[in-house]
Structure formats: structure tokens, C-alpha cells
């Protein structure tokens, strides 16, 4: 059976089946041990009357009236319907009440047998032989084939009511699995309903979070993959016509292609770095966080581009990975050294849980409408890319790693002229 709808089902009914047996088989165990406690209390007050009517009621030897007379005074003081016969079977006597009770279609006539040889008859009520003190019979849907008809109800309503709650829950599961496969062939945008509160809902909702992370990360793949094709055929066709010229070119022209094909390398080293970087950040959601001091990072970078330091009230620890904070700070130290002139300044902040570190520069400055597209990979600024160089991934990756440690960054314009990037990570 591979239906799991039907194996949660008929897993329901059998249960139920189990559940109705055993409760009808202890129903009737306890109402056969509820008949044999009050039959053996019925079987002691008989004895008890037997007992006590023997030494209450005239003597054997008396007269059959006199004998007759007393058992009616007693049947009517004890409210009992009696009758009385002789050692012989004769009938002495007998109360008016017994005569009505024993002609009732329900009602039983018990002997008692008295020791001197008479026999007392008591006509038992229809309710038992303690009338209104007796245990009342069960209803009739009770007793014998009625229980029986009761429990197959109760089976039959219970096994009807869950089946649809059992193939709601199961479709939702079947559901769930058309949207993973659907996925899985393809479909990235695709994503399943994860409306409700109970585990299927939850479980839509983690796939639909991961399913979005997978697609986030793709098109990012894919977009990486796009753009550092495109950025590599120009390094690689001027690599190409440098080296084709350096065949032919005179002794006094090779230093310079000799000078240019090493700073196509470079270039090229720095893209295929930098992408790789950028491809383990996307593939790495989580970093290796371990205490590093960002004002001793900040003081190195700062000597190896010839940039401004300038600290505040520290301390400046934070919780991360010291080699992606290193270059996080140095692709904006590089960045404004490119593109904002010889005036860089790095302003080191502490503000309660935060550490703020701004990198000033006295360049053009960003316009307000590119300040946010400046941190898209591969972005660049009309006219940067010729004058300046770089590939644009240096911003994206700052991003990037401030997202990985919880932080931010934002270009702001500087007072004065120039822009101001400001890097915000959370204190440890």
C-alpha cells in the first residue's frame, strides 16, 4: 500500500476497532460482575428473611389461618410480596400484593426454604429483589446484540469523520511534494503554499525559505559567472595584442609591452581573486567568528595605502574572520585612494554596541541615485572604468562581508566635497 493517506487512515480505524472491542468486552465484564455482586446480595436477604420470618410467623402446628394471617402482617411490614406453603406443598396463604406481583410478565417467584419444612415464596420485583435499592437494568441498547450495534455506529461515524481530516493532511503533503519536485526540474520562482500553524505549514515554510536561498544564490552564480566572462575578454585581448606585438616590436618598445602584459596579469589575478571570493561568501552563509581587534587591521591597511587613521574611545573588538575584515577595509582604503584622490582618512567610532569605521575621501563624490548600485557586482560609475580600471566587485564584496558579520555599509557624501563609506560591524 503506498497511499500514505490510507495507511494513516485505516491505521486510525484499527485503532478505533481495538478501542470499541475492548470497551464493550469490559463493558460487559463489569456489568456480569455488577449481576453476580447483586445476585449474591439477594441470595443473603433471602436467607436473612428466611431466617427471620421463620421465628416471626406462627409455629407449623398452628392453625393454617393463624399461619395465613401472619405472613400477611409481615408482607405488609416489610413491603415484600409473600406466600406460604406446607411441609406437603399446600398452599397456607398468601398477601394480596403477591398475587398482583406474580401475574407481571417480568417478575420472578423465589422459594425460601424454611428449616421446619414449610416454604416461603417471594415474588421478585421487576426491577430486582431489592425494588427501588436494586441496581437498575441497563437500557435496552445495551444488553446483548443492541451494545453490539452501538460500537459499529460509533465505529462506522468515527472511521467516516477521519477520513477527511486524514486526506486533507495527506493532500497537503502531496501538495508539498509536486511543489519540491517542480523545483527540482527547474522551476527556482516556484513556491509552495505555506498557509497555517500546524508542522505542514512549518515545513512549507522552511522549504520555501530554502528554496528561496537556492535561487538567491544561482542567480547570483549566474550573474557572477556572466559578468567575469565579460570582464575577462578585455584583459585577455589586450594580453593577446601585447604579446603579438612584442614579436616585432624594437628593443626600446618591449619594456613598455613587457610593462603592460604584467599589469594585464595583475588585473587578471585580481578578477579570478576576486570572484572566487565572492563565489565561497554566497556558497558560506555562516564565518568563523573568533575575537580580531579592528583598530590594529585598520592601522595596517592604512600604512599600506599611505591613508589618514583617526580613532576614537575604543575598545574595538569585534567577533569575525580577521581575513575578511582585512579586506573588507581594504577594498574601500583602495577604492577611495582610485577614485577619491591622495586625500583618504579612516575615522575609527565606537558607539555603545557598535564600531563604525568611515573612509573619507575628496573625490567627485557618488551621485544620491548610484549610491546604492555602487555595491552591485560589477557595477561601475560612467567613465570609471577607463580611467580608473578595477572590476567592480570590490564594493560588493565590502557588502558582502558586512552582511556575513551582521553589519552594513553605506556611501554617504563627505562635508567638504568627496564621499564617505561607512562600514558597521557590532561590538563584541
Not at 449474591?40 to 421463620?54: H, I, K, S, T
Not at 410467623?57 to 393454617?64: H, K, M, N, R, T
Amino acid at each position: 500500500m503506498k497511499s500514505l493517506y490510507l495507511r494513516v487512515w485505516l491505521t486510525v480505524v484499527a485503532v478505533l476497532a481495538l478501542f470499541a472491542l475492548g470497551s464493550g468486552w469490559v463493558f460487559q465484564q463489569q456489568m456480569a460482575q455488577e449481576r453476580g455482586r447483586f445476585d449474591a446480595a439477594a441470595v443473603d436477604r433471602l436467607n436473612a428473611w428466611g431466617e427471620l420470618l421463620q421465628h416471626a410467623l406462627p409455629p407449623p402446628q398452628a392453625p393454617a389461618e393463624e399461619q395465613a394471617q401472619g405472613l400477611r402482617e409481615w408482607s405488609e411490614r416489610l413491603r415484600v410480596p409473600l406466600a406460604l406453603d406446607d411441609a406437603q406443598g399446600r398452599r397456607l396463604g398468601e398477601a394480596e400484593s403477591f398475587g398482583r406481583r406474580a401475574q407481571e410478565p417480568d417478575a420472578r417467584v423465589l422459594p425460601i426454604q424454611l428449616d421446619d419444612g414449610r416454604t416461603l415464596w417471594l415474588a421478585r420485583p421487576p426491577r430486582g429483589l431489592g425494588g427501588r435499592h436494586g441496581p437498575p437494568p441497563p437500557p435496552p441498547w445495551l444488553r446483548g446484540t443492541g451494545l453490539l450495534a452501538v460500537l459499529v455506529l460509533l465505529f462506522v461515524a468515527v472511521a467516516a469523520g477521519a477520513y477527511p481530516v486524514v486526506r486533507r493532511l495527506t493532500r497537503r503533503l502531496e501538495a508539498l511534494q509536486a511543489g519540491v519536485e517542480r523545483f527540482g526540474a527547474g522551476a527556482l520562482a516556484h513556491r509552495v503554499d505555506d498557509s497555517g500553524r500546524d508542522e505542514v505549514a512549518a515545513l512549507a515554510r522552511s522549504f520555501n525559505r530554502a528554496a528561496e536561498r537556492i535561487e538567491t544564490l544561482l542567480r547570483s552564480h549566474q550573474s557572477l559567472l556572466a559578468n567575469a566572462s565579460h570582464e575577462l575578454r578585455s584583459p585577455l585581448a589586450r594580453l593577446k595584442m601585447a604579446v603579438s606585438l612584442l614579436e616585432t616590436a624594437s628593443p626600446g618598445q618591449q619594456p613598455e609591452l613587457q610593462a603592460e602584459i604584467h599589469a594585464d596579469i595583475a588585473e587578471l589575478d585580481a578578477l579570478v581573486e576576486e570572484v572566487l571570493l565572492a563565489s565561497r561568501l554566497d556558497a558560506r552563509p555562516d564565518v568563523e567568528r573568533r575575537e580580531a581587534d579592528l583598530l590594529a587591521l585598520a592601522a595596517e591597511e592604512c600604512a599600506r595605502v599611505g591613508a589618514e587613521l583617526e580613532a576614537g574611545t575604543g575598545p574595538f573588538g569585534v567577533q569575525g574572520e580577521e581575513r575578511l575584515l582585512r579586506r573588507a577595509l581594504r577594498n574601500l582604503l583602495e577604492n577611495a585612494r582610485r577614485y577619491g584622490g591622495d586625500e583618504v582618512l579612516l575615522k575609527l567610532e565606537r558607539e555603545g554596541a557598535r564600531l563604525r569605521a568611515a573612509v573619507c575621501d575628496r573625490g567627485p563624490g557618488v551621485p544620491e541615485d548610484m549610491r546604492e548600485r555602487i555595491f552591485e557586482p560589477f557595477f561601475r560609475l560612467p567613465g570609471h572604468a577607463e580611467q580608473q580600471g578595477g572590476i567592480g566587485l570590490g564594493l560588493s564584496l565590502v557588502r558582502q562581508i558586512a552582511q556575513r558579520h551582521d553589519g552594513s555599509v553605506r556611501c554617504e557624501p563627505r562635508d567638504g566635497g568627496g564621499s564617505r563609506f561607512v562600514l558597521e560591524l557590532p561590538a563584541c
